[in-house]
């Protein structure tokens, strides 16, 4: 390695070691200040001496004067208290000030003290270079990792090159033997000829359909490898705001201790950097805003410190960061007070307003309930700047408080990645819209009986509670819309309440790569970017969180739904689904049911037989593995019955196996579904094509 490579590679190290070493001291004289020690005070200086002590090491090694010098004079001033049992505030504080100095001079030195780059000690780490805004670093066993995914597809490849050789060849056999056809007299060999080609290319789809599964197992694997390389722990965003914290609370003259947990909870590394300003803000507004002095906590009985509690929890395919104080709680009336005289209310109106119509004020720009404006508030942009940047990661954030003494919470939901997101397809009037499914409850098929007037407005129940029914076309097109008799529907859920938006048809879901609009386009409430599918078709995509706060808060502004306008009801396709596994019956008939049709579940083969000899049914999903008649034997029994033999079956099993796939069809099965490889699509597709002419019908009445 040459020289100027080599002082590259110590700048990096020492980028990083220094870094890592401010951390640890700020955390150590934390903990020391706020007396939340785990060791004797004597250790606990002895611990913050050693580190300060490494930083002067490394200096001295990449041959920085400055940072070694203020880690020697920061040195001197800890060497005084070295076996103390206890330590003064004001020396603490004084410490603080030599920290401060410390972590100047490592930044003016191209040490770079606050680059957010994950330098956490990993063993095995893969040399790729110095850590820099654009790099990852990985491990070892993660990039072999990589290397066996890519070893698989390359295998896969060249088997699937090996079968498309051997369709050429059958490819040119069949035009030659077209040929002698021609020419011969003969019936026999022909007909042997072309009984030997059909059992070629039957081994040749076979074996094409086992790749397709086995390729798509390697990309899935691929992909979620790679996605792994983006994602990291929120642990080092949520320990940057310790000392934030701590200079904050002293600023306002309160006393606050920042409570974390969740901190290993991994996200995009790109989400994690966006969510420091608004967490930042949160946490200000909740020293500020949230939490008392001292002497107010006294006299409410509460310790004198407050508590701000930092946490991080994964749910799915997003993770829910929640920030709560100990505070009073928010006191809806005082916000009320303000908006009336900020004129974003009339008196009349602020009366009736509701806690989440009053929640919702304080996001908007400009509204604060401060009179005076300090370095800390004041100027009513910070929660504004929050829900800016929070809708730019497509999260949410809500507030949740009353004057209960119990505090305010925030709660904020991301997703886990922004490389794609999962999202059913809805046909709402003549536009195509895409929902992100993370932020779905449920899916219902609401009927025109089901809908009431609540206040007014149109609602259906759900599990006792009223959710407000709202067609997607009228809240984003903001004109009244005719519907069928029965809506596929969406239901959302926020603290505010319960919100059922409906469309025409589910036309499927997909994993869409997500493009917000450009600068130069007019606002698009209620949407977070555009996505394009592969037919090269371009639908909008909903933002969520945006399209319930419209709905909750915009009162009578959204037209209605004129349900049942359509008087012509065909009978809708009836699907029986016969699976011994309740969650797997229940997943398939709710698909089933939102796309119109009438479904029947059974737990096994039996029961499904007897059901079928009762009453029949237009189609019949079945798990193979079931108690008594698996699905082989049912699938047999029907194709061997006069009645039924034309039932069309579809097989969803958990045997992925080639040979498994080839029994089922054998045994008589239409279609063939591997639970692994399962997308409602698929299902939907499937039973689409079989049903044919009896979902057409019902579908001319939607």
């Given at each position: 390695?040459?020289?100027?490579?080599?002082?590259?590679?110590?700048?990096?190290?020492?980028?990083?070691?220094?870094?890592?070493?401010?951390?640890?001291?700020?955390?150590?004289?934390?903990?020391?200040?706020?007396?939340?020690?785990?060791?004797?005070?004597?250790?606990?200086?002895?611990?913050?001496?050693?580190?300060?002590?490494?930083?002067?090491?490394?200096?001295?090694?990449?041959?920085?004067?400055?940072?070694?010098?203020?880690?020697?004079?920061?040195?001197?001033?800890?060497?005084?208290?070295?076996?103390?049992?206890?330590?003064?505030?004001?020396?603490?504080?004084?410490?603080?000030?030599?920290?401060?100095?410390?972590?100047?001079?490592?930044?003016?030195?191209?040490?770079?003290?606050?680059?957010?780059?994950?330098?956490?000690?990993?063993?095995?780490?893969?040399?790729?270079?110095?850590?820099?805004?654009?790099?990852?670093?990985?491990?070892?066993?993660?990039?072999?990792?990589?290397?066996?995914?890519?070893?698989?597809?390359?295998?896969?490849?060249?088997?699937?090159?090996?079968?498309?050789?051997?369709?050429?060849?059958?490819?040119?056999?069949?035009?030659?033997?077209?040929?002698?056809?021609?020419?011969?007299?003969?019936?026999?060999?022909?007909?042997?000829?072309?009984?030997?080609?059909?059992?070629?290319?039957?081994?040749?789809?076979?074996?094409?359909?086992?790749?397709?599964?086995?390729?798509?197992?390697?990309?899935?694997?691929?992909?979620?490898?790679?996605?792994?390389?983006?994602?990291?722990?929120?642990?080092?965003?949520?320990?940057?705001?310790?000392?934030?914290?701590?200079?904050?609370?002293?600023?306002?003259?309160?006393?606050?201790?920042?409570?974390?947990?969740?901190?290993?909870?991994?996200?995009?590394?790109?989400?994690?950097?966006?969510?420091?300003?608004?967490?930042?803000?949160?946490?200000?507004?909740?020293?500020?805003?949230?939490?008392?002095?001292?002497?107010?906590?006294?006299?409410?009985?509460?310790?004198?410190?407050?508590?701000?509690?930092?946490?991080?929890?994964?749910?799915?395919?997003?993770?829910?960061?929640?920030?709560?104080?100990?505070?009073?709680?928010?006191?809806?009336?005082?916000?009320?007070?303000?908006?009336?005289?900020?004129?974003?209310?009339?008196?009349?109106?602020?009366?009736?307003?509701?806690?989440?119509?009053?929640?919702?004020?304080?996001?908007?720009?400009?509204?604060?309930?401060?009179?005076?404006?300090s370095e800390i508030s004041g100027r009513g942009l910070g929660l504004a700047i929050v829900r800016q940047g929070i809708d730019r990661l497509r999260g949410?954030?809500?507030?949740?408080?009353?004057?209960?003494?119990?505090?305010?919470?925030?709660?904020?939901?991301?997703?886990?990645?922004?490389?794609?997101?999962?999202?059913?397809?809805?046909?709402?009037?003549?536009?195509?819209?895409?929902?992100?499914?993370?932020?779905?409850?449920?899916?219902?098929?609401?009927?025109?009986?089901?809908?009431?007037?609540?206040?007014?407005?149109?609602?259906?129940?759900?599990?006792?509670?009223?959710?407000?029914?709202?067609?997607?076309?009228?809240?984003?097109?903001?004109?009244?819309?005719?519907?069928?008799?029965?809506?596929?529907?969406?239901?959302?859920?926020?603290?505010?309440?319960?919100?059922?938006?409906?469309?025409?048809?589910?036309?499927?879901?997909?994993?869409?790569?997500?493009?917000?609009?450009?600068?130069?386009?007019?606002?698009?409430?209620?949407?977070?970017?555009?996505?394009?599918?592969?037919?090269?078709?371009?639908?909008?995509?909903?933002?969520?969180?945006?399209?319930?706060?419209?709905?909750?808060?915009?009162?009578?502004?959204?037209?209605?739904?004129?349900?049942?306008?359509?008087?012509?009801?065909?009978?809708?396709?009836?699907?029986?689904?016969?699976?011994?596994?309740?969650?797997?019956?229940?997943?398939?008939?709710?698909?089933?049911?939102?796309?119109?049709?009438?479904?029947?579940?059974?737990?096994?083969?039996?029961?499904?037989?007897?059901?079928?000899?009762?009453?029949?049914?237009?189609?019949?999903?079945?798990?193979?593995?079931?108690?008594?008649?698996?699905?082989?034997?049912?699938?047999?029994?029907?194709?061997?019955?006069?009645?039924?033999?034309?039932?069309?079956?579809?097989?969803?099993?958990?045997?992925?196996?080639?040979?498994?796939?080839?029994?089922?069809?054998?045994a008589g099965a239409d279609a063939y579904i591997v639970k692994g490889d399962f997308r409602q699509t698929d299902l939907l597709v499937t039973v689409e094509?079989?049903?044919?002419?009896?979902?057409?019908?019902?579908?001319?009445?939607?």
């Amino acid at each position: 390695m040459d020289e100027e490579a080599l002082a590259r590679e110590l700048a990096a190290t020492y980028s990083a070691e220094s870094k890592e070493r401010l951390e640890a001291l700020t955390r150590l004289l934390l903990d020391l200040e706020q007396s939340r020690l785990t060791v004797p005070v004597a250790t606990q200086i002895e611990l913050i001496y050693r580190e300060v002590h490494s930083v002067k090491g490394a200096a001295r090694a990449v041959g920085v004067i400055t940072t070694e010098a203020a880690a020697h004079v920061f040195e001197d001033q800890l060497a005084v208290s070295r076996g103390a049992t206890s330590v003064s505030p004001a020396t603490v504080a004084a410490w603080f000030e030599s920290l401060d100095r410390l972590r100047a001079t490592i930044a003016g030195d191209g040490g770079d003290a606050t680059a957010d780059a994950d330098v956490h000690a990993d063993p095995e780490i893969a040399s790729i270079g110095p850590p820099t805004a654009g790099s990852v670093r990985i491990t070892t066993q993660r990039l072999d990792g990589l290397m066996e995914d890519l070893g698989s597809l390359i295998v896969a490849e060249q088997a699937r090159d090996e079968v498309l050789t051997g369709l050429s060849k059958l490819s040119r056999d069949l035009t030659m033997a077209a040929r002698v056809d021609h020419h011969a007299g003969s019936v026999a060999a022909p007909q042997r000829e072309r009984i030997d080609f059909h059992e070629r290319l039957q081994v040749s789809v076979r074996a094409l359909a086992g790749l397709r599964i086995e390729t798509h197992r390697h990309i899935q694997a691929l992909d979620d490898d790679v996605r792994g390389l983006r994602m990291m722990p929120i642990r080092p965003l949520f320990l940057s705001f310790e000392r934030m914290v701590r200079d904050v609370a002293l600023q306002a003259g309160k006393q606050v201790i920042l409570d974390v947990t969740g901190e290993e909870t991994e996200l995009d590394r790109a989400i994690v950097g966006d969510l420091q300003d608004p967490l930042m803000h949160l946490l200000r507004n909740a020293i500020d805003h949230g939490v008392e002095t001292p002497e107010q906590r006294a006299a409410a009985g509460k310790p004198a410190s407050a508590t701000v509690q930092l946490a991080a929890t994964a749910k799915g395919s997003q993770v829910v960061i929640t920030l709560q104080d100990d505070g009073p709680g928010i006191d809806h009336a005082g916000i009320a007070r303000r908006a009336v005289q900020l004129r974003l209310l009339s008196p009349e109106d602020a009366e009736r307003a509701s806690a989440a119509e009053l929640n919702e004020l304080l996001f908007k720009s400009g509204f604060s309930t401060k009179d005076a404006v300090s370095e800390i508030s004041g100027r009513g942009l910070g929660l504004a700047i929050v829900r800016q940047g929070i809708d730019r990661l497509r999260g949410s954030v809500l507030v949740d408080g009353a004057a209960s003494g119990h505090g305010t919470r925030f709660t904020i939901t991301v997703p886990l990645t922004l490389a794609t997101t999962r999202c059913f397809l809805l046909a709402a009037g003549s536009v195509t819209y895409a929902i992100p499914i993370r932020s779905i409850t449920r899916i219902v098929a609401v009927e025109r009986a089901a809908v009431r007037s609540v206040e007014g407005r149109p609602a259906i129940e759900i599990d006792g509670r009223a959710a407000g029914f709202f067609h997607l076309a009228a809240v984003l097109g903001r004109c009244e819309v005719e519907g069928a008799d029965r809506l596929p529907t969406f239901v959302f859920e926020s603290p505010s309440g319960l919100v059922a938006v409906a469309g025409d048809q589910i036309r499927g879901e997909l994993d869409l790569v997500v493009k917000a609009f450009p600068p130069f386009f007019p606002p698009t409430p209620n949407l977070a970017g555009a996505a394009t599918l592969g037919s090269g078709e371009v639908v909008l995509v909903v933002d969520p969180g945006e399209l319930v706060r419209s709905a909750l808060l915009a009162k009578g502004e959204i037209p209605g739904v004129r349900l049942g306008a359509r008087t012509v009801v065909a009978a809708r396709p009836r699907v029986l689904v016969a699976d011994d596994s309740l969650t797997t019956r229940t997943l398939e008939r709710s698909i089933l049911q939102s796309a119109g049709y009438d479904v029947t579940v059974v737990p096994d083969g039996l029961e499904a037989w007897s059901v079928l000899q009762a009453q029949g049914s237009d189609l019949l999903v079945s798990d193979i593995e079931m108690p008594g008649i698996d699905g082989i034997e049912l699938t047999e029994r029907i194709r061997g019955d006069a009645k039924l033999k034309s039932l069309p079956v579809v097989l969803v099993s958990a045997l992925a196996a080639p040979e498994e796939r080839l029994r089922g069809l054998e045994a008589g099965a239409d279609a063939y579904i591997v639970k692994g490889d399962f997308r409602q699509t698929d299902l939907l597709v499937t039973v689409e094509r079989l049903v044919g002419a009896q979902l057409d019908a019902w579908s001319a009445t939607l």
